[in-house]
């Protein structure tokens, strides 16, 4: 069938470029712009199941002027001395100017500007030591929105303005909260993908002159690449069309990423045998029928694997998991398509001017002869020949090597730290560490309980099962205040009723002031219950916002969460004084951050069993050897243990401190991908080797496949590893953390797995399992009725090639 493709390519070129160019040019032209319909809000993409989401949808329907898709916060700070009048003055400019803004430009969606002048919400924006303000605004687009990044900029221009005409003693001014977030991660995706692209590019030219050494030759893997590229993209916005179907801004990088590394290897193959069957004597299109006949099965085969292991993410809950597998996978198949197709296309339009400034490589038999010498001779050949000769020995240092990466491999944890992904010295990240020098460190991302009945909270019994609750949330460890309808600024009220029995000065006092005392108080109900209490759907719904002693991301923040849930669901049963039933939800950022872990853990586990079984099908069907496909995975699975190992090793050379988390996208996207990619290698070594058995036998094939495609395999393994490695230029830390580990496990593959724990013990598996083409191929002293390990144990292997 692949040969029947080749011959059609070789045909007919010039219908296959334009069928693509065709192809390109109408995507191009009908999709529509990939930045306005990719998403990336965690909360958006979590199942309904979860506390955070229902929680959202419960503060969407009760207090939606609080709902907001972002908030970008300015802090307002002076370093060692309070605010001054001077201080407070400018930041009533700004917010004007921010309200002026707000009104001139509704596409930016500004919605309300909180300050420290707006009742008991702007009591909180005053830190404790008065250095500190803070101004909020809310905005209507998600966090890592394009529209979120322009609002962000405009409304920063803004307050720089203001307060650049303050002169040089006007106060710091920083932007962070959410949406400031956001457009830091945003900038730091776009710049990643830029310098990653242009990285990934040079390489892969590099790279392509070095082993071809022919700018012609060089160009047609990089044309069909590009146009893989430049389709797929096209036709990934094209599909978010389709109801249900989304896009995430990560999945961009890593397509192009993968597409340049896989696609490379591809053609690479494709070129590779071409070559050979020019120096058999074919003539082009010929060599090229029989170039992609050779080399099809195994290339579909391998990217098949890859695609399966991405595609089988589409069965995970958390859709930006879901979204993302499918969409690389697809862009995948465009590469492995134009491979097959455009590649040996272009072969056969530039013919014998491919090799320029060489000649086509056609060999007499004189020319055969010196190169099967100096195939015997050369380094590949060597290392097969040294394999052979001492496969116990190989396989064990092998082993070795691998075995304390893979122990530090086993014991890494993942973290779900949003802000992890920045450098320190972001924006965004100075700003909160602003916050938090001068407010409490809960303060930038508080637990919100939400509760729903169909009583009244303003009641009498309302009131005091929210006293009840709020006073026992304050007893929580790592709690520092509680604020809710019953004690808005975060502690209760004093209760200054005079008691009548006592007849003292004290009690005339307040006897007197009593009006103005109950004045006060109606005042800040009032307030406290416009911003505690709402209606939805015929329910009642209050609010407690529970400021957490640590940083909402930290372990300790995740611990008390859980003790909230558990004392919400033991206490509100025993104390419903109400008699209603209620529904609790949390929300906020460690409610969210929780549910994300719960989420990508039961996913991993999912998707990594699913990709372990159909890899292992894939090779069964391919291989059909039961013990060689199960010890196949299970190298693959050591590269990839040993891979996170590494990363963790590595951050302790480069920090100087232990590494003791990675982020959670790491260990999901490096083990679909290095387990794919790993089997990848695996598949070409193995069918090339089932090819030589049937003229060699089982050990000679074997061996004379590792010589033969060493070189290949090499060279697509260094562009593999290059490809990912230049992930390690982007701005965030997170695809600095995945191309590293990328790379190191390619590597690993490559230079330690596919060279010498494979060949070492299929050699050992197919001489001891007795297999008859093994025993006609193995040299002699191996051939003995003893069993193989037995003798060499006894030192009786002397010769294996």
């Not at 013919?351 to 056609?362: E, M, N, S």
């Not at 304390?404 to 560490?433: C, D």
């Not at 070594?685 to 074997?702: C, D, I, N, T």
Request: net charge neutral; charged share 20%.
């Amino acid at each position: 069938m692949f040969q029947h493709l080749g011959r059609i390519t070789a045909k007919y070129p010039w219908t296959i470029c334009a069928c693509w160019l065709i192809l390109g040019v109408t995507l191009a032209c009908t999709a529509p712009h990939w930045d306005a319909r990719t998403q990336d809000d965690d909360i958006r993409f979590f199942p309904d199941r979860f506390t955070s989401v229902r929680a959202y949808q419960l503060l969407e329907q009760a207090f939606p002027q609080d709902v907001f898709a972002s908030r970008v916060v300015f802090a307002v700070e002076r370093d060692t001395d309070p605010l001054s009048e001077h201080d407070y003055e400018l930041v009533n400019r700004l917010v004007a100017d921010l309200e002026t803004l707000r009104r001139d430009a509704p596409e930016l969606k500004i919605g309300k500007i909180d300050s420290y002048r707006d009742g008991l919400v702007g009591a909180r924006l005053i830190s404790p030591d008065q250095q500190c303000t803070l101004i909020q605004v809310s905005l209507g687009s998600p966090y890592l929105a394009v529209s979120t990044l322009h609002a962000v900029d405009r409304a920063e221009a803004v307050a720089k303005k203001r307060v650049s005409a303050a002169g040089d003693h006007a106060p710091n001014l920083y932007t962070t909260g959410v949406a400031g977030v956001g457009r830091d991660l945003t900038k730091a995706c776009g710049n990643s993908l830029e310098d990653t692209t242009w990285a990934t590019v040079l390489l892969v030219i590099v790279v392509l002159l070095a082993v071809y050494r022919a700018p012609v030759m060089a160009l047609i893997p990089l044309i069909t690449i590009a146009c893989s590229v430049w389709v797929a993209l096209n036709l990934l916005a094209m599909m978010t069309l389709l109801p249900g179907v989304q896009l995430v801004n990560i999945s961009k990088i890593f397509a192009i990423v993968i597409l340049y590394g896989a696609g490379t290897d591809y053609c690479l193959f494709l070129i590779s045998r071409y070559r050979e069957e020019l120096e058999d004597g074919q003539e082009t299109a010929g060599a090229i029928a029989r170039g992609v006949g050779g080399v099809g099965e195994a290339l579909v085969a391998s990217a098949g694997t890859v695609m399966v292991g991405l595609g089988l993410m589409a069965l995970a809950e958390f859709a930006k998991v879901r979204y993302a597998g499918p969409a690389i996978a697809i862009s995948l198949g465009v590469a492995l398509l134009a491979s097959l197709t455009l590649t040996p296309a272009l072969l056969s339009l530039t013919g014998a001017a491919a090799f320029w400034p060489r000649r086509p490589p056609r060999f007499s038999a004189k020319d055969k002869a010196l190169r099967q010498m100096h195939l015997r001779l050369g380094f590949w050949d060597w290392v097969s020949r040294g394999v052979a000769r001492r496969p116990v020995l190989v396989l064990s240092v092998a082993t070795l090597i691998l075995a304390p990466l893979v122990f530090f491999g086993l014991r890494v944890p993942s973290n779900y730290r949003a802000t992890g992904e920045l450098s320190p010295h972001a924006e965004s990240l100075r700003g909160l560490a602003a916050i938090q020098r001068h407010f409490t460190a809960g303060d930038v991302g508080p637990v919100t309980v939400l509760l729903a009945t169909t009583a009244d909270w303003d009641s009498g019994a309302g009131q005091r099962q929210i006293d009840h609750l709020s006073r026992g949330f304050a007893s929580l460890p790592n709690v520092a205040e509680v604020r809710s309808l019953t004690q808005p600024l975060g502690m209760p009220l004093i209760d200054l009723t005079p008691d009548p029995e006592r007849d003292c000065l004290v009690t005339r006092l307040l006897i007197l002031v009593q009006p103005i005392v109950e004045e006060f108080r109606s005042a800040i109900h009032a307030q406290a219950k416009e911003h505690y209490v709402a209606s939805a759907a015929d329910r009642s719904v209050t609010r407690l916002d529970i400021i957490l002693k640590s940083d909402p991301f930290e372990p300790e923040s995740a611990a008390t969460l859980k003790l909230i849930r558990t004392w919400l669901a033991i206490e509100l049963p025993r104390f419903n004084l109400i008699g209603k039933r209620i529904q609790a939800e949390c929300f906020g950022i460690t409610a969210c951050a929780q549910d994300l872990a719960e989420v990508t853990e039961g996913d991993r586990l999912r998707v990594n069993g699913l990709v372990l079984a159909s890899v292992f099908l894939i090779l069964l069907l391919l291989i059909r050897r039961l013990v060689l496909s199960i010890y196949l995975l299970l190298t693959t699975l050591a590269s990839y243990y040993a891979a996170l190992g590494a990363t963790v090793l590595a951050g302790v050379l480069w920090t100087g401190a232990p590494l003791a988390t990675v982020d959670w996208r790491v260990p999901f996207f490096l083990f679909v991908i290095l387990v794919a990619v790993g089997e990848d290698y695996n598949i070409l070594l193995v069918s090339r080797a089932l090819q030589e058995r049937k003229r060699h036998g089982s050990f000679e094939g074997m061996r004379r496949a590792l010589a033969k495609t060493g070189a290949a395999i090499t060279s697509c393994g260094l562009i593999m590893a290059g490809t990912f490695g230049t992930l390690m230029l982007a701005g965030l830390n997170t695809l600095i953390q995945i191309g590293f580990a990328l790379a190191v496990g390619v590597l690993i593959d490559t230079f330690v797995v596919r060279p010498f724990l494979v060949p070492a013990f299929a050699m050992l598996w197919w001489h001891e399992a007795k297999d008859p083409a093994a025993a006609a191929s193995a040299p002699k002293s191996v051939s003995r009725k003893k069993p193989a390990l037995e003798r060499i144990a006894q030192g009786e292997w002397k010769q294996a090639a």
